[in-house]
């Protein structure tokens, strides 16, 4: 081994030793702060007058009991949410099994495509359901501490489909279904009569 390949392998272990040291200073510097963080509630607690103490424990529970039913909800919904996922929607090269499957790039495209499809499609179909499926799949990918497990380049790729995904969002909400045109072209309104100054049309 030559002096460069030394010099890299020397860099690469104090690399690696001060990444360590710095995560466990900053567990420990959590749990030091969650810790102060509890003493502090206590001691408020400690100082309260006996009828306020009371009030405040059942406050606390109601909100822990109002928390954990919300989260549940949520949890529900995106379990449901996430079963209207249809892998057979999914172009040839993107075929997988799971949402979880799906590239970070291949996600992308799959929602740009539903939300299209979902919007062009009238009546039953399953475009709408496979569309929030994959959205919740980004949104989760899109979100902390997922976020962190992630690639660089992936984050990256999340992050300028963030806004893009919005526009499309948006204009799909705007956007307004044209009736389909009749045998013998459009189905024109009925004819009422004239209008209230007894005219049809407006003179130019």
Not at 89 to 104: A, D, I, K, Y
Request: hydrophobic fraction near 40%; charged fraction near 25%.
């Amino acid at each position: 081994m030559n002096r460069n390949q030394i010099r890299a392998a020397m860099i690469g272990v104090t690399a690696g030793v001060t990444a360590g040291i710095v995560t466990v200073a900053g567990i420990i510097a959590y749990d030091d702060y969650d810790l102060w963080d509890k003493a502090r509630h206590a001691i408020a607690r400690w100082r309260l007058l006996p009828v306020d103490r009371t009030e405040l424990d059942r406050l606390r529970a109601a909100r822990t009991a109002r928390d954990s039913a919300r989260r549940h909800a949520r949890a529900s919904a995106t379990t449901l949410t996430r079963l209207c996922f249809q892998p057979g929607l999914l172009l040839p090269h993107h075929l997988v099994g799971t949402l979880q499957e799906l590239s970070v790039p291949a996600l992308i495209t799959e929602i740009e495509r539903a939300m299209h499809q979902a919007t062009r499609m009238t009546g039953a179909s399953n475009w709408p359901g496979h569309r929030d499926a994959l959205l919740d799949e980004f949104h989760r990918r899109h979100s902390w501490p997922t976020e962190l497990s992630l690639p660089e380049l992936d984050r990256l790729r999340l992050d300028a489909a963030a806004d893009h995904l919005q526009t499309l969002a948006a204009t799909a909400a705007l956007r307004i279904p044209v009736a389909a045109p009749t045998a013998n072209g459009f189905d024109y309104p009925k004819f009422e009569g004239p209008d209230d100054d007894h005219t049809a049309l407006s003179e130019e």
